[in-house]
């Protein structure tokens, strides 16, 4: 399968192959939500095409704020809570037309009992989005608006071409305006 979007850092196959075989085939439409920020988390899911986007409000203005996406060839939840069901830190929604193979925590949960190997996988996962997270994090505070610009080119090099600006900024941290200024200077060769 090819990914349009991003690119994997961990071999998630056996997890595609668990969703492919026990899961099912949702579609969502742009907008449509997999999970809601504060509600209980229920799913897991491979995204199959498309891409979602993770959102929280702020406190006091409700304004969107964009932590992250999940891309074709990834897998999409809010981990750990979907596991046993905890409230979800994000609203999970679908940026565009999306399909996904998706199980419940419950299922998932049950195959990451079957034996030792599925187990250890249980915390590759949760490693993988403690390392996604804490990079993120990092880069935030370290890195200028426009290397974090390249950053997320190289981590999604399609992205520009499927998302909104103002969801590219968000995520970065930074206004649109800021972001329409980075790609002036990178097409017009300014460092």
């Known amino acids: 399968m090819e990914q349009k979007f991003g690119k994997n850092s961990i071999d998630i196959e056996a997890l595609r192959e668990f969703c492919e075989r026990e899961g099912k085939e949702v579609t969502y439409r742009k907008g449509d939500q997999l999970e809601r920020e504060g509600d209980p988390a229920r799913w897991f899911g491979f995204v199959t095409e498309g891409c979602f986007k993770y959102v929280t409000y702020g406190i006091s203005d409700d304004k969107e704020h964009i932590t992250w ?49 599925k187990m250890e996988l249980r915390s590759i996962c ?29 981590r999604c090099p399609g992205i520009v071409e499927h998302l909104a600006l103002q969801d590219i900024a968000s995520f970065l941290n930074v206004t649109p305006k800021t972001i329409s200024m980075i790609r002036k200077d990178i097409t017009f060769g300014k460092d």
């Open 69 to 117: 996406f999940s891309f074709e060839g990834e897998f999409v939840t809010d981990y750990p809570n979907c596991l046993d069901g905890r409230p979800a830190q994000t609203t999970i929604k679908a940026m565009m037309p999306t399909r996904m193979l998706r199980v419940s925590g419950e299922q998932l949960v049950d195959f990451f009992r079957q034996d030792a190997e």
């Open 126 to 154: 949760a490693e993988h989005v403690l390392r996604q997270r804490n990079q993120c994090y990092t880069d935030l505070h370290r890195a200028t608006a426009r290397e974090r610009y390249e950053l997320l080119l190289q």
